[in-house]
């Protein structure tokens, strides 16, 4: 029960390939100091909370970079039976070209401390577990990381029947992700009504419970203005079904 996928799944597969500059802040949808939480419920019974931030630039090997963090948690209940504590850390170029570096940290029965080094030299990305590495997976030109992907998709406007396409690694495979935008609706979220896009990414390309069922889906709703925030997550599989959904969001403001 990989729910925290919700958010961070999209990440991984809701893509957008974008060339913006950040020479021009008033048409950055995100700054230092965002906040986005969401409630995770598992087939309609509350399961966690999900957390996305904006945190303040750093500098990485010269370069210097945007600074993401996803965090998922469990609910003490849940804990008894399924224990999540997950945290993302995603470094990119100030425009969200590429990724520099990534990071998991995964506690409760899976354990994993993942750091995954972008090497733009040799064009590949290097992956190491608990300090065991991989061999090195060769990536293409723009290639972003599951959790920096996401905030490369809110730079792109959205139209119906658009398609969108980004080269995303996690480290151990490289894949060409895909999505398009089904339609445009409003959606009540949270106690709050919003006016959406439906963007649906391609599944072939995930692992997991996802690649088990062929009929699998995941259906991300995006607000249809110059924020694109995600306002609910919605995934259906054999094992049954997830929705992530809002509570609150905070705007970032200058470092």
């Known amino acids: 029960m990989r729910w ?9 597969i809701c893509l957008a390939g974008t060339q913006a500059s950040f020479g021009d802040p008033a048409g950055v949808p ?11 419920y598992w087939s309609f019974i509350p399961a966690g909370e999900a957390v996305l931030e904006v945190l303040p630039s750093e ?9 993401f ?37 995964q506690e409760g029965k899976h354990k994993r401390n993942v750091v995954v080094d972008f090497d733009w030299q040799k064009n590949e990305a290097c992956y190491a577990n608990f300090g065991e ?40 495979k490289a894949v060409m992700g895909r999505a398009k935008v ?9 106690g709050k009504e919003y006016d959406t896009f439906l963007v649906e990414p391609e ?23 110059q924020d694109r925030i995600p306002v609910r997550v919605k995934s259906g599989v054999k094992v049954g079904s997830f929705v992530a959904e809002l509570t609150s969001w905070k705007r970032g403001g200058q470092e």
């Open 30 to 40: 995100f700054r230092p100091g965002e906040q986005l939480n969401f409630a995770v």
């Open 59 to 67: 500098v990485r090997d010269g370069v210097e970079c945007f600074h």
């Open 203 to 225: 599944m072939k390309e995930v692992g997991g419970v996802f690649e088990k069922d062929s009929r699998a889906k995941l259906h991300i709703w995006v607000t249809a203005d």
């Open 133 to 172: 590495k991989r061999a090195p997976v060769p990536i293409s030109p723009g290639s972003l990381d599951p959790l920096s992907v996401f905030y490369a998709f809110r730079l792109r406007e959205l139209e119906v029947g658009g398609e969108m396409s980004c080269p995303v690694t996690d480290g151990k």
């Open 4 to 12: 925290h996928a919700t958010v961070v799944c999209s990440i991984w």
């Open 69 to 105: 963090r996803a965090t998922a948690r469990t609910l003490d209940y849940i804990d008894l039976f399924y224990m999540v504590r997950d945290r993302l850390d995603a470094y990119t170029d100030n425009a969200v070209n590429r990724s520099v570096l990534f990071q998991q940290i």
């Open 182 to 190: 089904l339609r445009r609706e409003t959606i009540q979220c949270g």
